[in-house]
């Protein structure tokens, strides 16, 4: 028997309240949150480094412009998936895990698309240094479209394909 259907394969879903429902939503949104917090302090860590190098005085009007939008969006990043601890800690114990899950869930999904610029940034400020604007470009715009097929074009589709077959 898979997750959302019985023997025949016919989707039932779970049989959960809706409480039971909201603490697992919540729980594996705590696990993917660990990941992805994790990557994001340790970017963010880094990108607050790289001004104090003595590096740094060596980048251009540009290069300066990009670290700077890079560091803004990491620290948007950061407060983004860091944020459902907060919203949960404020709100626990008044009843209002379905809408705590819902809205942690999208400040989650924010902090994706956040991620995705301030990785996209990160790597063009650091490949316009490496390759002295060369192809820089090119190859930001290749990771660029890999994240997004990754992170958000494979979910749409499997959604879609779930849809199509039925299942809920």
């Not at 729980?27 to 480094?49: K, P, Y």
């Not at 290069?63 to 948007?76: E, M, W």
């Not at 715009?141 to 499997?158: D, K, S, T």
Request: charged share 15%; glycine share 12%; with cysteine.
């Amino acid at each position: 028997m898979t997750e959302g259907g019985g023997p025949d394969g016919v989707a039932r879903g779970r049989r959960e309240t809706p409480e039971e429902r909201a603490d697992r939503r919540w729980a594996e949104l705590l696990q993917e949150l660990r990941v992805a917090q994790t990557g994001v302090q340790i970017l963010f860590g880094f990108l607050l480094t790289v001004v104090f190098q003595p590096g740094f005085a060596r980048l251009d009007d540009i290069g300066r412009d990009i670290y700077i939008v890079t560091v803004v969006l990491g620290a948007a990043t950061t407060g983004s998936l860091i944020g459902p601890v907060s919203l949960h800690r404020l709100v626990t114990g008044h009843r209002l895990k379905p809408q705590t899950v819902t809205w942690a869930s999208r400040l989650t999904v924010l902090g994706l698309v956040l991620l995705l610029c301030t990785m996209v940034s990160a790597m063009l400020l650091i490949l316009r240094v490496a390759l002295h604007g060369t192809g820089a470009l090119w190859l930001v715009g290749g990771v660029f479209v890999w994240f997004i097929l990754c992170w958000f074009v494979l979910p749409v589709c499997a959604l879609c394909g779930s849809r199509r077959n039925g299942d809920r």
